[in-house]
């Protein structure tokens, strides 16, 4: 197996938060990207989402999930993103993370959020993937503007990946 200099960055957005997030880590790390959908998709109507999201983590669901077109075989580095819903990773990237075996990747974490409730995405991930290298997860802000180049850059030296900045 050949292993590939490039990152996967593989993601779940509801919204489009963590979808922009990723979007930028391409740009950033060029990457390759991959989304993750669930079979069926979550209801439009937040009190219904929201009563559904509760439902799924407390029980420790994991949705089926689309196809998706990656395989992680040949990446050392997977960035895993999620909007953080009721404290915790989104299901349908806790469901791709359970299905696929991460043993002796990296897996850089990230979420977008509103400010609510806090999270401990690498806690939450460790116990899925618990032989891989879960490093500090980079939380972003749904309305954060700012240019996220520094952000990311200050993220990957925290996380000892600096190889990931691109002169």
Known sequence: MIMTDRPLIISYSYSGNTQRVAELLQAAVDGDWCEIHPWQPYPASFPELLEQVKEEIRSGYYPRLLPVSCSLRSYQIVFAGSPN????????????????????????????????????????????????????????????????????RDWFLRTGTECLIRS
């Open 85 to 152: 819903w009721c404290g915790t990773i989104a299901p349908p990237l806790a469901s791709w993370l359970y299905r696929n075996d991460l043993s002796g990747k990296i897996i850089l974490p990230f979420y977008s959020h509103c400010g609510g409730v806090s999270c401990d995405f690498r806690r939450d991930i460790r116990r899925i993937c618990p032989k891989a290298d879960v490093r500090e997860p980079l939380g972003v802000l749904d309305n954060e503007k700012k240019d996220m180049g520094d952000r990311f």
